[in-house]
């Protein structure tokens, strides 16, 4: 592909160096810290209706966690190398400090998983043929005793890692925020409020993935939906998105406000590069729309058919708008000039080791994970009912 | 209630032993000399230092390439190493070295990249605001317009040969020494006291018509002004701040990259010719560096016979110029090349050159040494002293090597016995 630059550009900065691949990093990461969070309004908050979808979350944090260093294993190469942080510790380096954060996140959610699921481990065990026992005997250390008791003390382990992975999760994906805001160097990534903007992002993103996934899933096997925890998680994922966006118009008005001379090169950033991306499609098709779809099921009484259409294609049109922030964020800093007079391009290409294919791969696999992951801990209850999607019934 | 307990001990101990087993595989695991001088393994400066190389210097590349090398070397490319386009060239230079024609695995690796893409001769040559004006650089698309190229996909290297990019007839490091002329002082001795202002014909910017009036009015009654400029044939290569080299071109293969018929240019524009059946064949040369076009087309161009404005020194100069010279010989060279002091100045010993001279030349040498170079060539030192003098920096580690390979004559020339006890 032949690069190209308008204005003043350096040479050195006609090639875009954090690909599409940093774009899916805090994508994937942010839908780990966003499910987590989400499980967590169960378990630590005690909200009841969200029990349905509590354990879901948490699976599905545990699955997006899996692959949120995929991205960047790719983008550096020589993925072996991945463990020498853990050997050789740098307590100084920012970028490390991610390795040691999604490590210490990684034991909570799989001890958290592990306490949840060891009534249906015991149970499968109890049931299982000759292999399975034997796998599900090792699953459960051995130890398969079961009672009130046992019950109990996991309920509150359960509660404790939850009330404790919260600000772990936090500080995941603000960690992530940290590393762009912290470049100072980069006039569109260097905020303090960057971190702030990630964490409410991330939980828009694992709101809406869950919601999307919740509804698709149920669609599909023909099951019904527990109404009250759709709405319930449509109204939170209503007040987050709203919290995330004005964050991030809150930025930008601060910046023009100040009106230093970066908002002289940020404003033509906005402007021309980014009109497309950032303006009509993270501000105006996916912010404002599913906006007003959101206020629309959360305020007025709607026929339950129509209420989670809505809620349906506002969570799929969040999950591109995050998708679209973390591209304006990643691509959009790197686009602009340290002369502050040029802009480069940026195509990542479609069959190259960072291109569109390899992407679509990367963001698929978590999907397709999750789903061998129910055979294992199965979300759901498995009630067959009428098919509800698209159908009323109230 | 403890055995009640037990799955969450067994739980919390497996997580503890995979921390202890990670903290024990840290001690063990974690390489030999890391952290001796900091947050890096100590052994790997050695073990990189100890890779062959696999770079090619350009000097192995002229064994077997000696007329590409000797084409390379007088053009505009001469200081970009082969290796920037055609890689790193070691398996290469293995396989051949080897004399095994017979492995064909080697053999196929050994094959040298030479197909490249616009981005192989755009990385440098892209037009960009960001670089020095006189770099050369191109928008690909402008250039093709200009040249009327049909198709957009030609390829850089159709018409310019990276070897020889623009056909220069002198060695480029022989090319005239131009000036740029920036401040006042780049021609005064000292800040003139008026504006320039108020100085009658005196340009703010030196431009080529400041001083090559006839030529430019010349060349501006011509079919080519309205197209081109001076610089679009006489490139112009900045060396410093203050000089450059200035490119004084008639080769046919430079008129040829603009007028030469080609599958992929617009037939009309601008006007082509075939080659060289144009001009018969190519045998009716006397010289490969004639100046075959310029010999019938000169008169398109513009008159041949560059005349300066007028001699820049004042009347008096020729017994004045031993001081001016003395006190900024750079600015004499920006004009005039070494060799043209020497002519005049070889004639006559200077009186500084005495019996004790050469006793003494030592700290006049390593005080000023551009002053020897006027008249010294640059190797004249080593004729004596066999030894790079005076000595270059870092040559406190190196003469170790040298005093090994040329014996400690060669010190004592000028080093009394003692000297080496003073640090051994």
Known sequence: ???????????????????????????????????????????????????????????????????????????????????????????????????????????????????????????????????????????????????????KYDRKIVVFLAGFGIPVACILHGYVGFLFGSIKANLWWSTPLMFIIFIFSAIVSGLSVLIFLYQLIHWMRKKEIDQRCYELMAKWLWGFMIIAVILELMEILSISYENTERWAVLKQLINGKLWISYVVMQIGLFSIVPFLMLTFTSLLKLNNRIKNILIFCSSGMLLLQVLFMRWNVVIGGQLVSKSMRGFTEYFPGYFDKEGIIVSVIIILVPFLMLRLFDSIFPFFHKKKVRRIFFSEYE | MLKDKKHIIAIFSVIIIIIFIGVIAGIFFSPESFGKY?????????????????????????????????????????????????????????????????????????????????????????????????????????????????????????????????????????????????????????????????????????????????????????????????????????????????????NAKFCLLCHEKKPFKDEKYPPKIDWPSHIGNLSILQKSDEKICLSCHSEQIHKMDLKVKENPHPKNWRPEHKDFAKEKPEMCK????????????????????????????????????????????????????????PHPKGFDELHKEVVSQKGREVCMKCHKENFCGQCH
């Open chain 1, 1 to 151: 592909m032949i690069e190209s630059a308008n204005g003043f550009v350096f040479p050195n900065e006609m090639h875009v160096t954090w690909t599409v691949m940093i774009v899916l990093y805090p994508y994937i990461t942010g839908m780990v810290a966003g499910a987590f969070i989400v499980s967590s309004f169960y378990h630590v908050f005690g909200m009841e209706k969200l029990k349905p979808i509590a354990k879901f979350a948490l699976v599905s944090s545990f699955a997006f966690l899996c692959f949120a260093t995929v991205p960047l294993l790719n983008h550096l190469g020589s993925p072996q190398r991945a463990f020498n942080i853990m050997l050789t510790p740098n307590f100084s380096s920012a970028m490390s400090g991610f390795g040691f954060v999604y490590s210490f996140y990684m034991i909570i959610v799989i001890l958290e998983i592990w306490f949840c699921y060891r009534e249906e481990f015991i149970e499968k065990y109890t049931n299982s043929g000759n292999v399975l026992k034997k796998i599900y005997y090792l699953l459960l250390l051995g130890n398969t005793v079961q009672n009130e008791n046992t019950r």
């Open chain 2, 334 to 389: 920006r004009c005039h090349t070494t060799n043209e002091c020497a002519s005049c100045h070889l004639k006559n010993k200077p009186q500084t050159h005495n019996d004790s001279w050469l006793k003494g030349h030592s700290i006049a040498g390593e005080k000023n040494k551009t002053s020897c170079d006027f008249c010294h060539k640059q190797n004249s030192c080593n004729s004596c002293h066999k030894v790079v003098m």
């Open chain 2, 38 to 250: 900091g947050h890096y393994r100590w052994n790997a400066n050695n073990e990189n230092a100890s890779l062959k190389m696999v770079n090619q210097n350009i000097n192995t590349c002229k064994e077997c390439h000696e007329s590409i090398y000797q084409l390379h070397e007088k053009d505009a490319h001469y200081s970009v190493p082969c290796v920037d386009c055609h890689g790193a060239g070691n398996l290469h230079v293995e396989f051949h070295k080897s004399g095994d024609s017979t492995n064909i695995s080697a053999k196929q690796l050994a094959v040298m990249p030479k197909e490249f893409d616009f981005e192989g001769c755009l990385y440098c040559h892209r037009k960009l605001k960001a670089r020095p004006a006189d770099f050369p650089q191109v928008n690909q698309e402008e250039h093709y317009k200009f040249l009327h190229i049909t198709d957009s996909k030609t390829k850089c290297i159709e018409c310019h040969n990276p070897h020889e990019p623009i056909f220069l007839l002198t060695d480029v490091k022989q090319s005239r020494i131009h000036p740029i002329i920036n401040r006042c002082t780049e021609c005064h001795s000292k800040n003139p006291e008026k504006s320039f202002k108020e100085v009658s014909d005196h340009p703010a910017i030196f431009e080529c018509k400041d001083c090559h009036k006839e030529v430019v009015n010349d060349f501006n009654q011509k079919p080519h002004h309205k197209y081109i400029d001076c610089r679009t044939c006489h490139l112009y290569h900045k060396e410093n701040e203050t000089t450059g080299r200035i490119y004084k071109n008639g």
